[in-house]
Structure formats: structure tokens, C-alpha cells
């Protein structure tokens, strides 16, 4: 970090940066405590069955392996889940997708594991599988969770709004001059960050167990693990480095309880876990497969009048954060738009699939893909321009969204629709189309979006911050939430720097620990910067003010006027004496040293007829939005697509360091881009077949365009300097933008995703 | 078997099974972990190591294939004193977000701006096409690796 005050507004650059471009930087897979051993686990390989019995002997018999554990092994509940619990740490009944731990050995080295492991004998009673949701509908469906009340229905919910009775949404159809109605799918995804999910874990000689993990919520993660193993949350300490990318995936217990099983069984020895990439594949979390049935009308005049639409959510085995997923995705199913009457519907169901969870998007990337597709065929029909169709319905404050909730904060939906209005690549398109070479097609297409900020209302959105001045007169700044790579750890500095004017030299950075930082939530829902930034502006204000009223003590000052703090001192301005800041701490008392602070996001006040039933984390109350435009050239020899120009224009509050919220953007709209052009898991009866990144294709450099970011830089007021989270937007444009792009192109209505080059030539042939 | 080769400038020789995968022999005897590895299969590139200062998928490698090599990790790019000037453009032009696959990334491309001092952005791309990043979208990656191109020409 460079030795200058981090300003706000600055693209100064990450305090992380220097250690990870020298390889110093210690993530969690580098910890290799003395006398380890590898932990691993035996998973089912099949996808629903009875567990008769688990033969261990063979492999205990093996030199060299230490304990095999089984179900009757696991103290507590033996359920973990971030929310619902009815997921085992090791299965002892019943299996229920192929990942399903059923055993978890402890080893001295990896190849005794490898070995140990495929000397585990299961016997299972296969049971029919469900492997689709129609399938998992059916009344005489086979039942994942037997115990469970409502078949494999995990969640069936309503939100309606508008004039009339009940089914206001379908009653506003049948008033439409015009409607469109269209069928969408699209495929479960893989985060596929780089750093798989590991840890390490050991009891410590008091009893506590002590997890180092690659986590995004290790606050939760001590909930979690003590919940399944009945433990007290005060007898497990979570700490998590800087983790090698999350999206969503690390967030709720990966490894956790498994590590902390195996602390239990290891006589204090620490113990190692770290998933290949096929077992990341096989038992990591995914973005949720789902159909979406969407029937859009609008009167003749453009005005969009009513929605009307299904959704269905495939939440694997495990309901993981399906729910939540699924009611995000229908609030903001209608997009960034006035809708007057809707009625959606959403359905998150059990199958014999890997478990879905939280990925980048929460369930809008799905439902916006669908909107934004239903935009352009409507706008079609209407025969009007598809960015004037939606400019004319674009959300502004004070407009009740389609979810029925009054929008009373930054609401800049419109703003991004009219950027790319007067950018010259909108402006040019048609030149640009026409200059299409010999065997290629041209076309661009647009997406609006939003995305919540938050956890909605019910789950409260806090966190506690704490800003030290040590009693060497460095600022210490605890930062109680991971940065899985977006930048918070960072802004965190900037604002520390820009409320206490120091420089980067004078500051540093307390990675999450729950034994030294402060209960304040996960890394996720574009709450991240939002939450604690808003905390520790508070705490850097306290400790501004012990810090000059302990100057004015030491400077015989009989006012605080005129006392600055200034990079390393206190200055007073007008004698121009000074005092350091290693003298003002080295006078104060540890319990004056450290500030805490707390802040609570706002919630919706409003509460639409429907929704009142709803799980906590509905509704939302803080949005981002953006609008984003794509150029794509078709080869028709071959079918591939290649993008040519990426627009994204976002509506992030205000920026707080572009140079981190460029990052956010390009990553999101690259795995977006990902999604729609080749990501998808293909399953064949649960068993996931493209396990690896050879046959499971993520973009490389070669397939992402350069993009152009811009925003719209509202003013957000709850925001820390008016910011607001854009960790999620991004995503939720490509597929949207690109499918209208591709009819632009080439006439074909695409309505799944991945499109590959195949799927094209065959619309191309039709 | 009796192995000897030169890591980050220093002669090793060692006494070790050859079949030990490269990867772990660096991450576990030496401690050098800052080579990652993200996926085992040669597929992601996080475990890139310079080999003769050749680009080499360390996860791919076996112990015996060191022999007479000298071996460069991201610890021993830089001389000590400054960084590589991919590193600090790595920091200057933001392209480290989880910072996973930076080493691997960092260490691909500086072998490749040794041999093309002065790249298209289509050829940065093509060089670092093996290693993945999951975080960046890759744009201001090849942005620092277009300025290290011409700071490392003017050096």
C-alpha cells in the first residue's frame, strides 16, 4: 500500500495486493501445522439410497491411518445447514445426492488417506432417485426428506399486488392489449474459485476446538459447527484468512464441522482438509438449476401492466439457502420496472441433485435472464424500441416495485437506461451491425437489473466494528467480515485514513477471528462494504474524539478547537504544536484504546398484502441497479458467438475507490458471461459429469472481452459517503443482454441457457 | 533418489522419492507456498513455476524432473529489493482481487514478457489463457501486464 492517506473516492490501490503478488499472503490452504493429519471424507457415489451398514474395518486396519468416523461418531444434532438444518455432517440413514459424507478419516499422510478411503465398504439400498422437478412434484415422487411435511416442496410462495382480489396478476393479463408469454431454463453453476474449500482444526489443550478455514461467515460458521456438534459457540474459535474467491459458495459450512469432528478425535493434533477440485464439484454448493414461466402484458401504449409468472428453484438434496434464493428471485422477478399488478409464484424444491445454495446473484440472475428476455419480446410486439420500452417503465423513487414496496432510497435504474441512451455504442449500433463480415451476423442487445442489498427484513443486517489505536500509536482496524477478493478489507483502510487523516503506514488490518473481532455477519448480499463501513465510520469518529481530547489534556488546550489529527500526530493549529500519536496512546488505558461501534441497516417499512408469511429476508429495501449493452458477432459457419463491445452501467451510490468497483463489475459480468455462453454442470441421475475444469469450461482471458464500466454515481444517504454494494449486479446482465443480442443477430429466440455454438447452429439450420 | 537443482538462485540436493509432486515438495519441504494449486489436473494454472524460465505446471511435475533445473517461484522473482514489474503493476493497475491466482498469472507472464517485449493486448490475452481467474474478468490484468511490457522494455 502506498504511503499516503487511502481517500475516499481514490483508486488507491489494495493493502492486500503487495503480500499476495509475492506469494506471502497466507491463505488457508497454507497452513501446514506441525504433526498434522489429512482428514478426508468417503462420500456415498450414489445418489439416493437406505445406509445399511458402513464397513470401516478394513481401512482402520490400513498403517498409518489414525480414526475412521462414522454417523454414530458425531456428537449433537449431526445437522448443519446456514439456515435450515437438515443437512448431516455424516450421513447414518440415508443418502441423498452423490457428495454425501458418510465417513471422515484421519490419516498421517495423503496417500494412506487415498487409500483408507477406497477401502470403505457402503452398503446401500439403492432408492429410486428424483433427478428433475416435475418428477419431484409428482404425488407418488419418491421423498428426500421423509420427515419432511410437505413432500419435496421445500418452500411454495405467493407474491401478489395490484387492484382486485386474488390473482391480481393474472386478472391484470386478461386488461393487456398485448402479451408475451414464454417458457426459460437455465442450468446449475459452478463458483469454481480458485482456492477449494479447506482448513485446518485442532483442540486446543483447554478443550475449544480452533478452525482456520476458508470462510465467508466465521461468525456463523461458530453457530453452525456448534450446532451440529453440540458444543457451546464459545468452545470453537473460527479464523479465517483472506479466502481464495467465495461468490457465495463458502458461505454457510463447507468443511467446518467435518474439521471440527475430526479436532475431536485427534488428541489435540492439528488436522487438515482440503477438497480436490472433483470434490469441490461433487459437494460444494451451486447456483440453483431453474424453469421460469412468464407471461408479460403491457397496454398499448407501452406501459407495462401486468406479470404474471412461476418460478422453480432446484435446490439439490439440501435446502442449503434455497428458500431464501427463491424468494429473492421472485422479488425482484418483475426487474426494474413499474408493474401495477403481479402475481408470482415461487417453488424451491428437493431432488436427488448436488445441494444449490447462495452463488453471486441469489436467484435474481435466474428470474432476471427470463424478464429481460420478455422485455424484448414484448417491446417486439409492441413495436417499440426495446430501450425506449423500458425506459418508459423504469423504476423511479417513490415508484412501488413490482414486489409492491415503496422505493424511498437511490433509485438510479433510469439514469443507467439513459447513459447508454447517449453512448455512441448504442448511437452506432446499426452502422456497426451493417458492417458485418462475410459469414457473420451482427447484433446488440440490452438487460436492466437490480439487485438487493442486504438481508432483508427479519434478518437483521449489523455489524459491530472495532478500531484500536494500539499503544504504539498504529490504528489497528478489525475487520470482522472476509474479503473473499472484493476489496472490503481494503475500503476499510480507506475509510479509516479518510476519518482519521492517516496514512496507509500508520494503519493496519485484523483478518476475521472471532476470538479478537466482532459478530458482523457474512461476506455476501452486497452488504459487506455497506454494513461495517457505515460501523466503523462510527467507531474512527469515537476514536477521533478520545484521541483530541487526550491532545488537549497533554497540550494544557482548554478547548478542543482547533486540534487535528494529522498523519502520526495531533496538531494543534493554531500554536502549530504537536503531539504524537505513539505519545497520546502510550498515555491512555487499553479499555480507552479501542472503540466499538455498531449499525443496523434499514428494512422496508411497508409491508405489501403478501410477504407477511414469507421466511425472514423479505422484503429488501436497498437496490443497485444497472443496464448493460452488448455487441455479439455470429459465425454461421460454426455458430459460435463472439462478443465484440461489453457497456455496463451501474448505479452503485457513490464510489468509494473505482478502482475496486471496476473489479467487482468486470469479475461479475465475466462470470456472467461464463454462464451464458459455457457454463453448465451436466448431470446424468445426480452424478455430476463434468467435474473438472477441462469438461466444465470457465472463461479464460481469451473469452472476456475489454468491457466499459461506468456508472451513475447516486447519492446513496444510508450509505458510508453515499455508497451502496454492486458485488452481485454484474451478473445478472450477460445472459439477458446477450440472448437479445443473438436475436438481434440472427432472428433465433433463445430461451436456455448455456448458448453454445451448437445450440445456434441448429436455430441457424431451423 | 539424490536430486539437485537450483531454487530461487539457490543449489539445492536432497534425498527424495522421485515420484513426489513437485507442488507439494515446494508447499510442504520448502515452504514456499506461495505456488497454489487449483485443481491437481493442469488445468487452471494456479501452480505455475518458471523452469529454465519456461512456464511449468508444477502440479504436473514429478521430483525427478527438477534435476539440473533452475526454478523460479513467485518468491524469487523479484531480486529482493524491487519488485518484478509485473508484480507492481499487478498492484498499480488493481489486478489482484482473491489473489489466488496471482502467482501462477504473475510468473506465465513474465516469462512471456521476456520473449515479447512488446505485446498486442490479443497476445497478453493469449499468453495468460492458461491461467484461470475466477475474480477479475481478466481486464485489468492485461492492463498491468501492457504497462509492465513497457516499464520492463525501458529497464
Redesign the interface.
Known sequence: MKNQIPQIGS?F??N???A????????A??Y?PGNLLWAGVKRAGMPHGRIKQIDISDARKIPGVYAVLTRKDVPGTNRQGPVHKDQPVLAGKKVRHCGDPIALVLCENRDTLEKALSQIRADIDPLPGVFDMDAALQKNSPLIHEEHGNGNILSNLVIEQGKGGKGKGEKGIDECDFTAQEFFQVPMQE??????ENGVAWQDPGGRIVIVASTQAPHEDQDEVSYALGMKPDQIRVISP??????GGKEGATVQCLLALAALHSQGRPVKMWW??EESFAAGYKRHPARLHYWLGAMKDGTLHALHCRLYYDTGAYAHFGEEVMTAGMEHAGGPYRIPNTFVQGWCIYTNNPISGAMRGFGVTQANFAMERMMDILASKLGIDPLKFRLKNALTRGDKNPAGITLTHSTGIRDCFEQIRHHPLWINREKWKSRAGLFKQRGTGIAGMLHSAGYGKGLPDGAIAKAEITKHGCIRIYSGIPD????NAATLLQIAGEELCQEASGMELIQPDTDKTLPSGSSSACRTTYTYGNALIKSCRDLKKRLIHRAALIMLADSEDGLALVPGKVRHLLTGEEVSLKVIAGMMQAAERISVCNYLMPVAKDMPDTGKDFPPGFPHILFSYAAHLVYVEIDELTGCIEIKKYLAVTDAGRILNP??Y??QI??????GIGYALTEELLLEKGQILNP???DYY?????D?P??DSLSVETTEHSGPYGMKGIGQIGIDGPLPAMTNAVKDACGAEISQAPITGQYILNKLQQ | MLISFCLNGELKKLNISPDRRVTDLLREDFGLTGTKEGCGTGECGACTILADGEPRLSCLMLAAQLEGKKIVTIEGLSDGQKLHPVQQAFIDYGAVQCGFCSPGMILSAAAFLRQTPEPSRDQIRESISGNLCRCTGYQKIVDALEAAAKIMQEE
Not at chain 1, 191 to 196: I, Q, S
Open positions: 483508486s490501490p489494495r492486500d495486493a503487495a499476495k503478488v509475492i506469494g506471502a499472503e497466507k491463505y490452504t497454507d501446514y463458483h469454481a474459485f480458485l482456492e477449494t483472506y479466502p481464495g474467491g467465495g461468490f480436490s477440485r473473499m477478493g472484493q476489496g478502482q475496486i471496476e473489479q468486470h469479475g461479475a459480468v465475466a462470470q473438472n475444469f477441462a470457465i472463461p479464460c482471458a481469451l472476456i475489454d468491457m
